[in-house]
């Protein structure tokens, strides 16, 4: 079999789109796909969501990529690309979520900053019984930090760590988390787009083998109800025209030491709190996750080396200094998220907002925040649609789309409840 081209991109729903292509497209290239993906939900129901056109005759976008770009996939014969999407005129398509990551990016460069992301992710392995129920995957032994066979059994970690080294991918750490089988993949930090392109492919290819295991590795907020959630921590970072680390003010991190660029990055994303949520944890499932005294991001706080927190500043200095912001789960997009979380971060640097006291509280007894995220899908949404500075900057017409799947999303789940909701996402996420 001749090598062939799997084309794709990341969608609203933070589904991965594709196509397979001939060998002749490995090279610079395009193609085309309806832009009415954009108005499609999970349950394929075909919606006339702003900017998809589904009632304007369903039109083409067209997907670009570069040579450059394109890489081995953990497929024989098979090279993957992910590109940007345009309009059928040439404009970059204002619904596409690495185009919006990309406009956060060079606006944080017009300050002669260049971000840098690492990002955090949880995941659930599930396994179906003998009735085709899933059920948790029975790793008997696991626990947090957990390790070998006893935290998986099946060793499809391996696998993934091993195809992992082969593509290219820079894992810094694969390990068993709190709630058996529950598993953290983090990657090492890298130029936003850079890294959330790993991100992505990184989180498609972890599927795709645990799917030969008979693992479905689900990265939905909560597919377990009683045991904890899985998030997607953004940890950031700024390299300035020196090289050096923009957040850095010395050798030691933490509260103690931060600079008035940590300080405007914490301000930012803690004046957007709640507009965040309804573009980060995208789903009726992630405010399952999202509670009081949950380690989840769901109040309006910050601290140091402090888990119960959204926001927190390391306490390491120089070049790792960072901020790692702990609300995003895996159903949301991860180009979007970065996006949005870059972009609050620069309006707190750029408008100046006040930056409230360093949370004191555990978290779980007491905490000095008193406002924290919607209960619910429904009021997140609500809270994103008034949030039109933060829209405005992640991109007015991506937001609109978004807020009118959501509330479509809200109705289809309104009745749905454990297994039920569980099962409306998790072949997605």
Not at 142 to 167: C, H, K, Q, S
């Amino acid at each position: 079999m001749k090598t062939r081209l799997r084309a794709m991109f990341c969608d609203h729903l933070s589904i991965m789109r594709g196509k397979y292509l001939p060998n002749s497209k490995i090279g610079d290239g395009d193609t085309r796909f309806c832009r009415s993906v954009f108005g499609t939900h999970y349950d394929r129901d075909l919606l006339d969501a702003p900017g998809s056109l589904v009632k304007q005759g369903m039109p083409d976008m067209e997907l670009r990529w570069q040579h450059d770009d394109i890489r081995d996939s953990w497929h024989a014969s098979t090279k993957v690309v992910l590109g940007d999407l345009f309009d059928v005129e040439g404009v970059p398509l204002s619904l596409c979520p690495r185009g919006a990551l990309k406009r956060a990016v060079s606006a944080w460069k017009a300050r002669g900053l260049t971000p840098k992301v690492g990002i955090e992710l949880e995941a659930y392995a599930l396994q179906a019984d003998d009735r085709g129920r899933l059920m948790p995957y029975d790793a008997p032994g696991g626990v947090v930090y957990g390790t070998g066979p006893f935290a998986d059994p099946l060793r499809f970690n391996d696998r993934i760590w091993a195809m992992a080294d082969e593509m290219g991918f820079s894992l810094d750490m694969i390990t068993a988390e709190f709630d058996s089988p529950q598993f953290e993949y983090t990657l090492t930090f890298d130029d936003a787009v850079k890294a959330v392109d790993d991100i992505v492919l990184f989180r498609l290819m972890a599927r795709e083998i645990a799917l030969e295991y008979g693992i479905v590795l689900t990265f939905m907020p909560k597919p377990v109800a009683e045991a904890g959630g899985s998030g997607m921590h953004i940890n950031f970072s700024f390299v300035d025209e020196a090289g050096g680390n923009a957040l850095s003010s010395g050798p030691r991190g933490g509260p103690e030491h931060m600079n008035d660029l940590a300080r405007g990055c914490l301000a930012g994303v803690l004046q957007h709190h709640k507009g965040l949520a309804g573009l980060i944890a995208p789903t009726a499932n992630s405010y399952m996750r999202l509670q009081p005294g949950s380690l989840s991001g769901y109040w309006q706080n910050w601290g140091g080396d402090h888990r119960n927190v959204t926001t927190r500043i390391s306490s390491e200095g120089g070049a790792k200094a960072r901020l790692e912001h702990r609300m995003a789960d895996a159903s949301s997009n991860p180009y979007t998220s970065v996006a949005a979380v870059l972009q609050a971060s620069l309006l707190g640097v750029e408008k100046g907002y006040e930056l409230p006291p360093m949370e004191t509280g555990d978290g779980f007894d007491r905490t000095d925040a008193r406002e924290g995220t919607a209960i619910d899908l429904k009021g997140a949404v609500n809270d994103l649609e008034r949030d039109t500075v933060l829209a405005e900057a992640v991109g007015a017409e991506l937001v609109a789309n978004h807020v009118f799947m959501k509330r479509k999303e809200v109705r289809k789940t309104r009745d749905l409840e454990g297994d039920g909701m569980r099962d409306f996402y998790v072949h997605f996420v």
